[in-house]
Nanobody, 117 residues
Framework: QVQLAESGGGSVQAGGSLKLSCAIS???????????LYWYRRPPGKDREFVAE???????DYQDSVRGRFTISRDNAKNILYLQMNNLKTDDTAVYYC????????WGQGTQVTVSS
């Protein structure tokens, strides 16, 4: 079993920054170092969409619209996933979710990010 809890969301003006965190809890038999970790988001009125991935190898991938502005990182020792978001735009307004995939996918409950012009 894996439990994920996001934090760090809030309201910010366009051009500002936020850093999201995702605390990950696992049972004693599972290390998050063996898992691929993700950030997704659900903009208002739209489907959930991929934002960023950091694989268990450390390789990263991003949605084109956030590449160069967002940075995903992981701290396996602390079981925390991060998303540094810079130069935020109004289109980044969404509920942000972290997710892990080891043998199956687990999701957090989400944290709201609102970017105003």
């Amino acid at each position: 079993q894996v439990q994920l809890a996001e934090s760090g969301g809030g309201s910010v003006q366009a051009g500002g920054s936020l850093k999201l965190s995702c605390a990950i809890s696992t049972d004693s038999h599972l290390s998050i170092s063996t898992c691929n970790l993700y950030w997704y988001r659900r903009p208002p009125g739209k489907d959930r969409e991929f934002v960023a991935e950091v694989a268990k190898t450390g390789a990263t991938d991003y949605q084109d619209s956030v590449r160069g502005r967002f940075t995903i990182s992981r701290d396996n020792a602390k079981n925390i996933l991060y998303l540094q978001m810079n130069n935020l735009k109004t289109d980044d307004t969404a509920v942000y979710y972290c997710a892990s995939f080891c043998s199956k996918t687990y999701w957090g409950q989400g944290t709201q990010v609102t970017v105003s012009s």
